[in-house]
């Protein structure tokens, strides 16, 4: 008979890669989304179409269907909303703890975090660090993923955006004096890698960090890519006070299309 495994976030690249590597023979997959298209690559799983914020829609997921697995996934990484990172990333999670707890407890629970994960992080690394102690405290098996920089991805964010620039510009504006280095990880490397922590090592009660083998500052990194790319680049470092300032502007004048606020908070946070 086969087990069943939830989970949420399906739509991302990396976990729908992730999902690709399970045993369609030995699992069942049940993806939660709010929207009804079909994921085109995972065709064979079933959809479940509804909001993880509303509570009554994650006791009837739970309630009614049993689950060996449960992959929690599904995030907000930029907003300028700071709350909604607590409704999304901390709230929604706790609910889903909550239910977890009351209906299967027995099934294991895998979070997907992220290597900002902490107090110092802005909105977004104490969402995730509050969730991570709620899980933690509150079921008995359990195993935290904190990806660190993951590229290769469709989405011209973060560290891939980082990429482009670095390839394809004459001029960069980089962040300097940052307190932890960048560790970057191919989209298809980090789903390897956690795919064989929950099936093969069958890691649990563990928090594990998903990085690349070597780090670089921000400015170092960015001059890797441009002597790869054979491209000749002048870096403009930009000092931490004038990246706060960046920061306040943005807030102040609501412009989304450069950086969410607290992703300055991010850089600059010490990592784990």
């Known amino acids: ?8 976030g399906i739509s991302s690249e990396l976990l729908t890669k992730l999902c690709l590597k399970i045993n369609q023979d030995e699992y069942r997959i ?9 994921i085109e690559r995972l065709e064979y799983a079933c959809l479940l179409n509804g909001d993880l914020t509303a509570e009554n829609f994650v006791n009837k997921i739970f309630s009614g269907n049993k689950f060996d697995m449960v992959i929690h996934g599904a995030a907000l990484t930029h907003s300028f909303d700071a709350e909604k990172y607590f409704e999304i990333n901390y709230r929604a999670t706790k609910t889903i703890v909550d239910a977890v707890k009351k209906y299967q407890e027995d099934c294991i ?15 977004y690394g104490k969402s995730k660090i509050l969730a991570e ?3 933690i405290k509150n079921l ?6 904190r990806p660190s920089e993951i590229f290769g991805g469709l989405k011209n964010e973060g560290i891939n955006k980082l990429l482009n620039d670095a390839s394809n510009k004459k001029i960069l504006f980089c962040p ?23 099936f093969n090592k069958k890691n649990r009660n563990k928090i594990i960090t998903i990085k690349g083998a ?6 170092e990194y960015a001059k890797k890519i441009s002597k790869e790319k054979n491209n000749k680049i002048f870096i403009m470092p930009l000092p931490k006070i004038l990246m706060y300032i960046l920061k306040y502007f943005l807030i102040i004048f609501r412009i989304k299309k450069i950086i ?13």
């Open 30 to 38: 049940f993806g939660v989304s709010r929207t009804k298209n079909k």
């Open 214 to 219: 070597d780090g670089w500052t921000y400015i």
């Open 133 to 135: 102690e709620y899980i």
């Open 1 to 8: 008979m086969k087990k069943n495994i939830l989970v949420t």
């Open 260 to 272: 969410a606020p607290d992703q300055i908070d991010r850089l600059y946070a010490e990592k784990n």
């Open 109 to 123: 629970f895998i979070f997907i975090s992220s290597r900002t994960a902490g107090y110092k992080s802005g909105a």
């Open 176 to 198: 300097a004096n940052l307190k932890a280095k960048l560790y970057p990880i191919s989209i298809d490397y980090a789903a390897d890698l956690m795919f064989d922590d929950i």
């Open 140 to 145: 008995e098996n359990w195993l935290i993923f």
